[in-house]
């Protein structure tokens, strides 16, 4: 199993950024897939959850309402589309997907939110 992640980036605030994350080597489309985010100095939170067909999704509060995860299970593909960007958004973005027998995470991808 691999997932590698795309999109980040640096962007200023109510700036807008798209990851993308594909995954590998397992049916995709029979997994649940989400993501998660870290900032430094503080511990990995989750930051969105889509179910394997893309009916149910969850979002922490803190992006309700600007993210946005959808996944393209034809591409292999999970993706994280994040408006009005705040500085708080700023950390390492990171794909993830519970497999039979363990988790399984991308190598990350960074978020820089600067003015």
């Known amino acids: 199993v691999q997932l590698v992640e795309s999109g980040g980036g640096l962007v200023q605030p109510g700036g807008s950024l798209r990851l993308s994350c594909v995954g590998f080597?397992?049916?995709?489309?029979?997994?649940?897939m989400s993501w998660y985010r870290q900032a430094l100095g503080k511990e990995r939170e989750l930051v969105a959850s889509i179910s394997n067909t893309g009916g149910i999704r969850d979002y922490a509060d803190s992006v309700k309402g600007r993210f946005t995860i959808s996944r393209d299970n034809a591409k292999k593909t999970v993706y994280l589309q994040m408006n009005s960007l705040k500085l708080e958004d700023t950390a390492v973005y990171y794909c993830y997907m519970r497999g039979a027998l363990q988790d399984y995470w991308g190598q990350g991808t960074q978020v820089t939110v600067s003015s």
């Open positions: 080597r397992f049916t995709f489309s029979a997994y649940a």
